[in-house]
T-cell receptor, first 115, second 110 residues
Framework: DAGVIQSPRHEVTEMGQEVTLRCKPI?????LFWYRQTMMRGLELLIY????????DSGMPEDRFSAKMPNASFSTLKIQPSEPRDSAVYFC?????????????FGPGTRLTVL | DQQVKQNSPSLSVQEGRISILNCDYT??????FLWYKKYPAEGPTFLIS?????DKNEDGRFTVFLNKSAKHLSLHIVPSQPGDSAVYFC?????????FGKGTKLSVKP
């Protein structure tokens, strides 16, 4: 039973480059979340989708960040252009449509380093 | 402004003793609180939750206490084991979303 899959697990890039992070949610889950973890801010919600539709993107830092969910089994988070302050661990999480509306299942994360 | 605060970045306890992790919140609209546990190089995993209408929930060695008047909750682990060493995130749930604290790193010494 596969969990949430994220790729790549590690990404090192140079300032100004485009970065694309990928996520495959658990099959059958209808909500998907992107988080960013830093020492300063902890675990922040960037955006979440429900049934492939973006519901709340108020956590997206700025226009350099964009996220898409073209179908129920795939989502991307893109940073263009990347900056050193974007260095963080990015998590994707999914949630089934159940009576308990809060439990989310996290992927292993992508550690992004922008030089 | 932080809606969920974990004021202790780290905590160290001896194996077999009780671990108490604290969390404060400001948002009165939270209807659920969840604790997540995170090991290095892994994503957070759900540990235990409590509804805002309860004051205690217990699951094996883990108990969460909620004091609504003080807007405070705590996670008790007893007895603590070395395998409990991890980062623990407190979160509040409102309208289907979770707001997380910064986490507390627990170290359980053998």
């Amino acid at each position: 039973d596969a969990g949430v899959i994220q790729s790549p697990r590690h990404e090192v890039t140079e300032m100004g480059q485009e970065v694309t992070l990928r996520c495959k949610p658990i099959s059958g889950h209808n909500s998907l979340f992107w988080y960013r973890q830093t020492m300063m801010r902890g675990l922040e919600l960037l955006i979440y989708f429900n049934n492939n539709v973006p519901i709340d993107d108020s956590g997206m830092p700025e226009d350099r960040f964009s996220a898409k969910m073209p179908n129920a089994s795939f989502s991307t988070l893109k940073i263009q252009p990347s900056e050193p302050r974007d260095s963080a661990v990015y998590f994707c999480a999914s949630r089934p449509q159940t009576t308990f509306k809060y439990e989310q299942f996290f992927g292993p994360g992508t550690r992004l380093t922008v030089l | 402004d932080q809606q969920v605060k974990q004021n202790s970045p780290s905590l160290s306890v001896q194996e077999g003793r009780i671990s108490i992790l604290n969390c404060d919140y400001t948002n009165s609209m939270f209807d659920y609180f969840l604790w997540y546990k995170k090991y290095p190089a892994e994503g957070p995993t759900f540990l235990i939750s409590i509804s805002s209408i309860k004051d205690k929930n217990e699951d094996g060695r883990f108990t969460v206490f909620l004091n609504k008047s003080a807007k405070h909750l705590s996670l008790h682990i007893v007895p603590s084991q070395p395998g409990d060493s991890a980062v623990y995130f407190c979160s509040g749930g409102s309208q289907g979303n979770l707001i997380f604290g910064k986490g507390t790193k627990l170290s359980v010494k053998p």
